[in-house]
């Protein structure tokens, strides 16, 4: 694919953004504020493929390596757009600050400090698979990465709704290893405590 692609070959540039094209579009739109700016920052990063590829050295996958491209085209833009809104609008930090994954007052605490559950997440083993991969229970979890924190929304929208595997997320968002698992559990976290809600309030 690589050798077509430096080769010109549009028919493979095709098939690549009919595959990639919807995910790209996906976590664009983790960084800007509209779909128009979303596509605009997938077309953007096209276009740095088709210029870089003949310097792409493979120390990662092609898969990656665009994905790079496209993150740091989309924050570009982000960051264009964050400049004419107020900066108190900027206040959340972006690896998720202080945040706890979990709420404190779901623990109970002993006199030497030790916490245990007092409120521990609910078994879902009882809850009907068809309410659970229902159309209002993914409308739930999309809501809920959509109020997260930017780099934690982009986290799990690679690892959980696209697939990408640990290392690939780390290198398209050149991040550590620990920060996207730290990233990944808070929002994790947080879209089981949307999803506890959702289920709890029938």
């Known amino acids: 694919m690589l050798a077509a692609l430096r080769a010109g070959d549009e028919a493979t540039f095709a098939a690549l953004m009919r595959e990639y094209g919807p995910a790209m579009l996906r976590v664009a739109q983790l960084h800007v504020r509209s779909r128009a700016a979303a596509e605009e920052a997938v077309q953007d990063a096209w276009l740095g493929v088709l210029r870089g590829v003949q310097r792409f050295e493979g120390r990662s996958s092609l898969k990656t390596w665009i994905f790079r491209i496209l993150t740091n085209t989309a924050k570009t833009r982000g960051e264009r757009e964050a400049r004419t809104i107020p900066f108190s609008a900027l206040a959340a930090d972006e690896a998720g600050g202080d945040d706890l994954a979990v709420s404190l007052d779901?623990?109970?605490?002993?006199?030497?400090?030790?916490?245990?559950?007092?409120?521990?997440p609910a078994p879902w083993d009882e809850v009907p698979e068809s309410r659970l991969l229902g159309n209002e229970a993914r409308e739930a979890i999309e809501q809920a990465i959509a109020k997260l924190p930017r780099m934690q929304a982009t986290v799990i929208t690679m690892r959980d709704v696209e697939g990408f595997r640990s290392e690939e997320v780390c290198n398209a968002l050149e991040i550590s290893e620990t920060n996207q698992r730290v990233l990944l559990h808070r929002a994790r976290s947080k879209v089981r405590s949307a999803l506890e809600e959702y289920l709890e309030g029938d």
């Open 106 to 120: 779901r623990f109970a605490w002993d006199a030497r400090g030790a916490g245990r559950w007092a409120s521990p």
